[in-house]
């Protein structure tokens, strides 16, 4: 066994432990406490000094394989225009980049994450994950508006699944694009697919841009536009007429096992009706900058009660995928927001929505030593406000290798 000593100890569940412990043996967490009342510890230890000890970061929504696209793709005024650039750059390219996956896999790890969630269109994220040893979730998503073959579209995402696995690190689901890109029956489909075969969430992006409210009430807009230019308008389809929302509940796409991402656009009853289903909204706030959507309203989604968990969405929307830097702009965007609200949005929530509360977001007697040590300048008094002011990578370091480096069984 090995005490680690800081100047902080963050449980997440718990305030934090200022001249704390934390206690490591096997890859798991075996106690934490205080100096101040039991002192130094007569066996092996490590003073970190000047350092805040979290559980690893948990980045409950990107795009792994667009890794490739960094710095390709420039900022827009609306998302359609962005998501028309993003498929001119994709056309480039045969296969995803699986050089450029694994760097930023390690750029991630290097700025504190442990746990992945990622959406995928090929699965070619799986080996490289796997190789890392790295936890994740991979969505395997399904983009298809034309109901004509729902089953057969899919019957061949469940054929790229099986073939995917099996996984030592790696958990793998489905998700459905977005409201504006699948049509009701695949949302149907895909339902009953998640239903009969798996136990991981399932995920779709929601309520993103002012353009989706507008095809679901009316039809029109630059969404149908796209769709007629890609050839995948459906003529027969019909607008429901209500909000994205609403839209999500009818089909049975809210609830526990649901991870909704963005929700720029959601309105105050919709925040709630997520909270009343314990569904769980991802935001991925410079993401939304970049891509022309507005800041996301942090102080209204943390008032809602929502579950409310923070990705980076991909380096095709981000300049990078440290979760610290969407923390200091969920700060600036939700003023008078706790601190310590914003730390669970990157840690215990991401791991309760992706499936890894028993595994990440934590640290508590028996849990794996999923640990991260962040630099802080001696005499900080808030380190909870401090950690959401905007960290570097090179301020984290790894405490135990043995946590990110466990089986997901």
Excluded at 129 to 137: F, G, K
Excluded at 153 to 175: D, F, I, K, M, N
Excluded at 186 to 211: K, M, N, W, Y
Excluded at 395 to 407: K, N
Aim: aromatic content about 6%.
């Amino acid at each position: 066994m090995i005490r680690y000593l800081a100047d902080w100890v963050l449980p997440v569940v718990e305030p934090p432990v200022q001249n704390g412990w934390v206690d490591v043996e096997e890859g798991r967490v075996v106690a934490v406490g205080s100096r101040a009342s039991d002192g130094f510890p007569a066996g092996p230890y490590v003073d970190l000094g000047s350092t805040a000890i979290l559980p690893a970061l948990v980045n409950a929504h990107t795009h792994l394989e667009l890794s490739g696209l960094r710095n390709t793709v420039p900022p827009a005024g609306s998302m359609p225009e962005w998501v028309s650039r993003l498929l001119v750059r994709r056309a480039e390219f045969d296969e995803p980049d699986l050089g450029a996956i694994r760097e930023a896999l390690e750029e991630g790890k290097s700025s504190g994450t442990g746990l992945f969630g990622d959406i995928s269109n090929t699965l070619a994220t799986v080996p490289v994950l796997e190789a890392a040893s790295t936890a994740a979730c991979v969505f395997h998503e399904v983009l298809s508006f034309s109901d004509t073959d729902a089953i057969g579209v899919v019957e061949q995402a469940l054929g790229h699944v099986s073939a995917a696995g099996p996984t030592t690190h790696v958990r793998l689901g489905l998700a459905a694009h977005a409201p504006y890109s699948v049509g009701p029956e695949v949302f149907d489909q895909l339902d009953i697919a998640i239903r009969g075969a798996f136990e991981t969430p399932r995920c779709v992006h929601l309520a993103e841009s002012p353009e989706e409210l507008e095809f679901l009430l009316s039809g029109r807009g630059p969404w149908r536009t796209l769709l007629e230019r890609l050839g995948h308008w459906n003529p027969n389809w019909k607008p429901p007429g209500c909000g994205p929302v609403e839209y999500l509940d009818r089909m049975g796409w809210l609830g526990p096992n649901v991870i909704v991402v963005h929700g720029v656009q959601l309105t105050d009853a919709e925040l709630t009706r997520l909270a009343a289903t314990g569904t769980t909204l991802v935001t991925c706030p410079r993401s939304n900058v970049w891509t022309g959507v507005g800041e996301p309203p942090i102080g209204r989604f943390i008032r809602s009660g929502v579950r409310l968990a923070v990705g980076t969405d991909s380096l095709a929307s981000a300049p990078d995928l440290n979760l610290f830097a969407e923390l200091a702009l969920m700060r600036r965007c939700g003023p008078d927001v706790p601190a310590r609200h914003l730390i669970a949005c990157a840690t215990t929530a991401g791991a309760a929505a992706l499936g890894f509360a028993d595994r990440f977001g934590r640290i508590e007697p028996g849990a794996p030593a999923a640990l991260i040590g962040v630099s802080v300048p001696a005499g900080v008094s808030d380190v909870e406000e401090y950690l959401v002011g905007g960290i570097e990578p090179g301020q984290v370091r790894w405490l135990d290798q043995h946590a990110p480096r466990m089986p997901v069984d």
